[in-house]
């Protein structure tokens, strides 16, 4: 009840009597300190201008600059990172649209032409320059250039080869770099994020042909393959056979040998039972062999006596 | 009450004449104050200045940012006489904001002149070199740079003669060939992937060849090594078993003789054999004497 009686008051008092223009002047003066304060988000940066002079650049926060048209403030997002294609069109490739030859062609040292697109992205690194320097919807123009010069430079020393494999990286790592060193030179305040090499393969007229020579590639090794197949299936039948053959020698060997010492101790004991009686034992072996041959044989006895008479014993 | 009016009156004059007096310059532009027409003094910091009310002084304003210049690409030739069409891009700015204002007024009639420039520049530079200086991938043999930076200070000295125009740097956008010489390079790449294609499958069938002779010789290698190391067993087996005999028989040679001899007679001695046997050799001396029981000294058959 208290509260809304001092409000009437006051309400009364300011609108009451000579003393409203006055306040209203106030009220004015105050609006006019407010247009001074403002929020500047995490993502942004605030550029202070006093009459078109830039004075400084504020971080995210509160910011007070002096009221309009004193000084003013353009906000910047730097945090934000844009996205350049090169070699396609966003709108042509969110529709399914293929780029045109003149856009996504390129030719290589070896003068083998190759299609290539990339995707830059990029970010304000320097609000002050990047205003000062580089008009509104400048920016994307000007990294596409930067980096397409980039492109055609460092294409124009590499072979067809080296870009369709290893060269990817380089060419990638070589676009930042230089892209980044072009836009310093003039100071455009600019700061290239990475650069994404989107496709890279032989024009569609003549990709049939590098299919082949991957097809080709497959080929001989397949060939290879099957050689070696061939080699690994032989040498261990080799191997095998020549074990063989080793091994039957080292058996003719022990046989042998064996045979030999059976011989010769055979003959050994034969000589030992021999040197006790020589006589007898040379006389029962002789005696036993003409047993076993003369059974076998044609006998023909000749009498000493008269020497012509032959006569057959059996 | 009347001097109420007066003063606001008078504040409102006094505001109007501030503005009139003072103007402010933007960074992104470059300010002329003419006088009557005629440019009296050139503002190149921003901030606010001062200049006479509005008839007077009037201001003029040039933008002074960095800008891209890219004409469409066109056809050159170079030194040996190889078509190219080169699509070239510059960047420029106003440098001397009164010469700009005076010879070309506005942009677009300033990227008129430097597109003219341009294309006469990129042509001699051009034109005095190979392609190879352009397109190689011998390393150090490109000189797009090189010519680039040369076409950038010619092209500049020009602009800013001319026009009071900074050139910042030329550069080759894209390259690439007119439409019949396009297709005179995909063929040739279309050729030379042939030429590859077909290497791999030969090369492929070289080195299978290779392996597989490689292989059969392996194979030989073996097998006569396993021959020789089996011949080299077997002889030395025979050696020892002849050591073997030799040692044993060295201890009597007679006896061994004796028994050779007797096994040899069994060996050969077979049905178709006839033994004459004296009636009075040993072996038969028995069946006519039976009572003697001599030796058997000269026992033979």
Known sequence: MKLRETARRAVAYALGGRRWTATLALLLVAEW??????????????????????????????????????????????????????????VDARRGIAPTAQEVEWVTGDTNIIDLTLAIKYSVSNPATYLMRVGPGDADFLVRRCAETCVTRLVATMPVDELLTRGKLVLQEETR?????????????????????????PPSNVIQAFNDVATAKMEKAKLIDEADGYRRDLLPRARAQANRTLQEAESYRAEIVARAQGDAAQFLSLLAEAKRARRITEVRLYLEAMERILPRARKLVVDQRDGTQLRLLD | MKRIW?????????????????????????????????????????????????????????????????PAEAEYLTLDKKNVTVDAVAAWEVEDPLKFLVTVVDRRAAEAQLEDILRSEIGSALGSHELAALLSIEPGRVEIDRIMQTVTERAAEKAHAGYGIRVRAVRIKRLNFPEENRQAVFRRMEAERERIARQYRSEGEE??????????????????????????????????????????????????EFLKTLESYEKFIDADATIVLPSDSRLLRLLREPAATGGLEDATP
């Open chain 2, 6 to 70: 007066t003063g606001l009156g008078g504040i409102v004059v006094a505001i109007l004449l501030l503005l009139s007096c003072t103007f402010e310059v933007p960074e992104t532009e470059y300010a002329i104050v003419l006088n009557f027409g005629n440019p009296v003094r050139i503002l190149r910091t921003a901030g606010l200045h001062w200049k006479l009310p509005a008839p007077i002084e009037t201001v003029t304003r040039i933008d002074k940012r960095l800008r891209i210049l890219d």
């Open chain 1, 33 to 90: 300190c407010v247009t001074g304060i403002r929020v500047v988000r995490e993502d942004q940066q605030a550029v202070v201008l006093q009459f078109g002079a830039i004075t400084r650049v504020a971080p995210a926060g509160i910011l007070f600059t002096l009221p309009w048209p004193l000084e003013r403030t353009v906000i910047v997002r730097t945090a934000e990172v844009r996205t350049m294609p090169i070699g396609y069109k966003m």
């Open chain 2, 207 to 256: 080195e299978a060849e290779k392996v597989r002779a490689e292989a059969d010789l392996e194979q030989a290698r073996i097998l006569a090594d396993a021959e020789r190391q089996s011949k080299q067993v077997r002889g030395e087996a025979d050696a020892e078993a002849a050591r073997i005999y030799a040692a044993a028989y060295q201890r009597d040679p007679n006896f061994y």
């Open chain 1, 177 to 201: 770099r230089q892209t980044q060193l072009q836009l310093d030179s003039l100071e455009a305040g600019i700061r290239i994020v990475t650069v994404n090499i989107g496709e890279v393969q």
